[in-house]
């Protein structure tokens, strides 16, 4: 059983003889209820703020989890994005070398159809040069046979002039 303020105040003691003094008593009793009321009191004042504290200490708790969850959270994002950030790096310099392969297998596919145009067209120039000399060289030989004609006609006409048969009889040239 608990003892009140008021269970105090209202104790009454028998008296008897060669007691105690009962103003002393109750003075003393007087004294212990207030000390009393000011324990309950206090202790009330203490237990609202006991429970205001662990309503706060909830909310941080709760608080703290959050945070946790978050910053795993914010881990986990941040360790996804470097993940990518190293795969779409990886796919990038992939495609850059495909593309460089590609670029430096048509660029050898241009020096080879280059060279084989070089080829031909030295086949070409070549081919030419021989027809032209041939040209050249057949002209040469027809100029050389009109000029040999031309002195040996020459020769005859001044050996022997030319006889024109007309339809009157013998001409003679010149």
């Not at 003892?3 to 003075?27: C, H, M, S």
């Not at 004294?31 to 009330?44: F, Q």
């Not at 703020?49 to 994002?77: C, I």
């Not at 993940?83 to 990038?92: T, W």
Request: glycine share 6%.
């Amino acid at each position: 059983m608990r003892i009140t303020p008021l269970d105090i105040q209202q104790k009454q003691f028998p008296i008897k003889f060669r007691g105690f003094d009962v103003e002393e008593v109750y003075a003393f009793l007087e004294i212990v209820r207030e000390e009393m009321e000011a324990l309950i009191r206090e202790n009330s004042m203490l237990k609202e703020n006991v429970s205001r504290l662990e309503g706060q200490l909830r909310e941080f708790k709760d608080m703290e989890v959050t945070l946790r969850e978050t910053l795993l959270t914010a881990q986990q994002m941040v360790e996804d994005y470097k993940n990518n950030s190293i795969k779409e790096s990886e796919l990038i310099l992939r495609e850059a070398e495909m593309k460089a392969d590609a670029m430096i297998k048509g660029a050898q596919e241009k020096v080879i159809t280059v060279h084989e145009d070089i080829v031909d067209l030295k086949g070409i120039r070549r081919h030419f040069k021989e027809e032209l000399k041939r040209l050249i060289q057949g002209h040469m030989q027809m100029l050389q046979f009109d000029n040999e004609r031309e002195d040996l006609s020459g020769e005859e006409e001044a050996v022997e002039p030319e006889i024109i048969e007309d339809a009157g009889g013998p001409l003679s040239r010149g």
